[in-house]
C-alpha cells in the first residue's frame, strides 16, 4: 500500500496503542483511569515559525511532543496518550517522514506514552504537524495560572534563555561554540512528573518569554511580581554572551522550564518536591496592578523594548 494510507501503516501504526484501534476507525476509544480527571492540550509546530526547514526531523518530532508535555507539567498533570496531524508537502521525502516518526518513538518509550490516532493531509505551504495531548490528573489538584498572592516567591526550574539565543546562533548571530543553545532550541526537557500539588499557588510553562507568560500569571491572580534578573539561573554558555543579550533571555521564550508562584518560606518542600530539579528563587508577587516588573541588583527598574513572543 503507498500514499496517505500507507504511510499511516508504516509509520504511525507501530506508534499505535489498542485505544487507537488500530487506527481503522474515526476516533479512539480511552477510558480515564478511575477517580482521575482528563486535561486537555494541543500545540502546533509550522516549518518557518516554529522550526527551520533544516532542523532535524526527529528533533522536531521530538520538540512538538515536549511542548505539550511541558503544558500538561505546568497543570500538574500525567501524560497519558495523544492524537497526531500531520501536513506535508507532497515533496516531502520519505526520509524525513521515517525520521520524524523515529523521534516521535524515541520520546514515546522515555515519557510513557502512545499514539491514540490523529489525521494526515498534503499542503501546498510550509510543512504543519501539531499534537493535542490527553493528561490526567486527581480531580481538584490540577495547578493553574491563578492563585498567586502578594508576598509569594517567584520560581523557576532549570535555566533560562538558551533556546532564544540559540535562534540567533542559527542565524550567525552569535558563537554557540559548545552547541548548548542549538541543544536547548531543538530538545528542551518539559518538567513532568514533579509533585507541586498542595504546595504551590500558580503555575505557567515558559514558552513565550520569562517576562509575557509571567504576566498571564498576573492577570490571572490579579497581582504583580517582581523579577530579580540578576537571580534569573543562566546556563555557562549564556551567561558568557554578556549584558547585551539580558533583553533576549528574558524576552526570548521557548525554554519550557516552570515558573512556581509558592508561599515565602516553601524553599525546603519545594526543593523536595522537585527531586533534583534545579529550582532558583528569582523574585516574589507584590498588591497592586498585574504588571512584571524587572529589576537589577541593586533594584533599578531594567527596560526592555518588549515582553516576549507574540504571533499577531
Known amino acids: 500500500m503507498s500514499g496517505e494510507f500507507g504511510r499511516i ?5 507501530p506508534l499505535a496503542s489498542a485505544e487507537a484501534l488500530g487506527l481503522a476507525d474515526d476516533a479512539a476509544l480511552w477510558t480515564p483511569p478511575a477517580g482521575r480527571q482528563a486535561v486537555l492540550t494541543v500545540d502546533q509546530m509550522i516549518e518557518g515559525v516554529h522550526f527551520l526547514p533544516d532542523d532535524p526531523a526527529d528533533l522536531v518530532a521530538r520538540k512538538l511532543m515536549r511542548r505539550n508535555l511541558s503544558d500538561l507539567a505546568a497543570m500538574g498533570a500525567r501524560a497519558e496518550g495523544y492524537l497526531l496531524t500531520t501536513a506535508l508537502r507532497a515533496d516531502t521525502p520519505e526520509t524525513w517522514l521515517s525520521a520524524f516518526a ?4 524515541a520520546d514515546q518509550a522515555r515519557f510513557g506514552l502512545p499514539l491514540w490516532g490523529g489525521d494526515s493531509s498534503s499542503t501546498p505551504g510550509p510543512v504543519m504537524t501539531s499534537i493535542t495531548m490527553i493528561g490526567s490528573v486527581e480531580p481538584g489538584a490540577a495547578l493553574r495560572r491563578g492563585g ?3 508576598g509569594d516567591a517567584l520560581y523557576v526550574t532549570g535555566t533560562i534563555g538558551d533556546a532564544a539565543l540559540g535562534l540567533h546562533a542559527a542565524r550567525g548571530e552569535i558563537a554557540d561554540p559548545t552547541g548548548q543553545f542549538r541543544a536547548r532550541r531543538l530538545l528542551p526537557e518539559p518538567r513532568i512528573g514533579l509533585a507541586l500539588a498542595g504546595l504551590v499557588h500558580a ?4 514558552s513565550d518569554g ?3 507568560d509571567l504576566g498571564h500569571v498576573c492577570r490571572a491572580s490579579g497581582c504583580g511580581a517582581v523579577i530579580e534578573a540578576d537571580r534569573v539561573p543562566l546556563s555557562p554558555a549564556a551567561r558568557a554572551a554578556g549584558p547585551a543579550w539580558r533583553e533576549t533571555i528574558l524576552t526570548g521564550g521557548d525554554d519550557y522550564e516552570l515558573l512556581i508562584a509558592a508561599p515565602a518560606g516553601s524553599d525546603h518542600e519545594l526543593r523536595q518536591a522537585c527531586a533534583g530539579t534545579p529550582l532558583t528563587r528569582i523574585g516574589h508577587f507584590v498588591a497592586g496592578a498585574p504588571a ?3 529589576v537589577d541588583k541593586d533594584g533599578r527598574p531594567v527596560t526592555l523594548a518588549r515582553t516576549g513572543w507574540q504571533h499577531f
Do not use: S
Open 210 to 212: 520569562l517576562v509575557q
Open 102 to 105: 523515529e523521534g516521535l518513538a
Open 9 to 13: 501503516a508504516r509509520y504511525f501504526a
Open 292 to 294: 512584571v516588573t524587572a
Open 148 to 150: 498567586a498572592v502578594a
Open 203 to 206: 503555575a505557567i510553562d515558559v
